[in-house]
């Protein structure tokens, strides 16, 4: 048996050049995508730093890894690359000022503490704030270069919180969940509602 021809090949088309990406698109579509929002903190000797972050994200359970985006001029990420360690707190709905307070240019960074703010070394020395939905104390596991920001991640070495709704961030405004609706006093009463297409279930008394 003769062997087939080899198939005809062609080479593949050069990717079509595209202008480059403008900024303000670049936002709006970010802004479409919603998130918690926490507060990154660390101390450098007698100074403290805080920031209002929404780029939390949990890496790894084996080991339990966390990460965090942080512009990487920030005073606090230097701090943290210098100590190696750092902290999150979860922000709840109350919280908001908080959020505001810190997410202020200039006013994360304090010599010994910052007034009103609740800040406790839980298992690494780092500053925690431990009133809040959840906390993570971290050891600094990479710190990783993206662009104007630098990602840190964290090895978890203790984790917390009080639990509760959360502060959320979407289309740049700061945002709460809806109440969520009331549970049922009676067991027959949470049956699936009706639905306008729905077909009525057929009565077995009538077959």
Known sequence: MSALPAPETSALPAPETTS?????????????WSTGVALLTAADGEEVF??????????????PLVSVAVDRRSPLAA????????????????????ARRFAARGAGRALGRFP?????????????????LGWFDCVLDAALGGG?????VGQVAAAGGDGGEPLLYHAGR????????????D??????????LREPAHDPAHR
């Open 116 to 132: 009103g703010v609740p800040l406790t070394p839980i298992a690494t020395g780092a500053p925690v704030l431990t009133d809040c």
């Open 20 to 32: 480059p990406l403008d900024a303000d698109a670049f936002r709006r579509t970010a802004r479409a």
């Open 79 to 98: 701090a943290v690359r210098r100590t190696g360690r750092y902290a999150v707190g979860v922000l709840a709905g109350p919280q908001e000022p908080l």
């Open 50 to 63: 805080a920031k209002t972050v929404s780029s939390l994200c949990t890496l790894s359970l084996d080991p």
């Open 187 to 196: 067991p027959a009463s949470a049956s699936v509602p009706s639905h306008p």
């Open 148 to 152: 104007d920001h630098v990602l840190l």
């Open 174 to 185: 700061y945002r709460l969940l809806h109440p969520a609706a009331p549970p049922p006093s």
